[in-house]
């Protein structure tokens, strides 16, 4: 017989058929008669009744024996309930395929998580290969996927091109102190913090790249919104300026939050999330409020903050609770951005740029702009910035050989997917967070 999911069983018209299931036992109790046991498998749990009558008398007893987080097959017939899930199974046959070892009970308990040294989170953190497996972590993973195949799907629909950069590089894109620098043969490299340098350099041969991938960035202060590793999606594109990067970034996102909801309402509503919230996040038009207006409201606020200083955190904070959905802000000062920023020609104390905040203080989700993309501006740029041009020759020659105007953004799929669940903490929503205390398990 094939085997069934969960999901199938509680999709209803099986009533009275017999069926092979395969799972987890996530929960057992019973006598010395009868058993209930709730079956797990990726797609949900449901309840088997298991009669000592029925199965016999060594089915019985292994069953009764075994603890939670065995693996199991049984097979039974569907019956209909009027509890909650609508399904139960009453077994006619088991197999336990993997026991757990009485020695070693499953170690993710109620009782061990209050009783944990370090605290229920550091708990959590070290069974993280145990804990992927609980309710939660399933939602949030399943969730992530489809945010994965959202960003794909977007990019592929415009005749976008995926293209992969290499992770091991010779520069920063980002600034030197979140740069991961690692031994190369008697030489030094650094993990990528972005694609960005090199998808520039193939913006000639494609017009149109994206890709999804790691980036790596030494973050030493641990917060709620950075990781070490985490997961970018950046797109560039050729003949394009601020407004038309931004346009793609606002579609992105818009398509994403579509996305959840075509796919995983359920597995949203179960995390706690307002289904409504997404749907204004999928419809609405996201507004663009320049850097100078930010100052002035924050001011407004009494937030103390000067002119030219880039917006921290605790900045972006406050100035998305003046907002129902994501805003865009543009034109921050020359002097807050890194010389690959193309200066606004309107006005060259500001740089065409834009960074995406996500409201409900979720803060930055996109940083992107359009590029300095002329040989005499770029050198002008390299040169007040005191940086030196020689890491950057390969960069400049893509000005030297028919530059054109061209930008592109990168989003954090990570920080995305943590405001679209509803997570308190980014690590929410990664198998295994990587941050500057973790490298384990
Ligand atoms: P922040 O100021 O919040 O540290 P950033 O300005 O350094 O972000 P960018 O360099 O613009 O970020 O990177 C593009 C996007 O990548 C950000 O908008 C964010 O979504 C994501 N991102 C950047 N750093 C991290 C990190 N350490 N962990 C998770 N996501 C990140
Ligand atoms: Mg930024």
Redesign the pocket.
Known sequence: MKSLWIAEVHGGGLDGKEVLLRGWIHRTRGSKSIRFVVLRDSTGTVQCVLKRAVIGDDNFEEISAALIESSVELSGQVIPTDREHGYEIMVKDVKIVGPVNPQRPFPITESAMKQADGGETEFLLDNRHLYLRTGRMTKMLKIRSTIFGAVHSYFRDRDFTEYQAPNFVAGAV?GGSTLFEVPYFGKKAYLTQ?WQLYAEAAMPALERLYTLAP?F?A?KSRTR????E?W?AEMEIAWADNEDVMSHGEGLVRHIARTLLEQRSEELESLGRDINTIQKYAESHYPRIRYDDAVEMLQSKGVEIEWGQDLD?SKEKILTEDFEVPHFLTHYPKVAKPFYHRQDPEDPKYVLCH?LLAPEGY?????GGERTWSESEILQRIDEEGTPREPYEFYIDIRRYGGVPHGGF???V??VCAWLAGADH?RETIPFPRDSRRVTP
């Open positions: 980002e972005s980036s960035r973050e919104r950075h990781l070490t985490f970018h955190f960074d803060g930055e989700i996109i940083g990168g989003l954090g990570d920080r980014i």
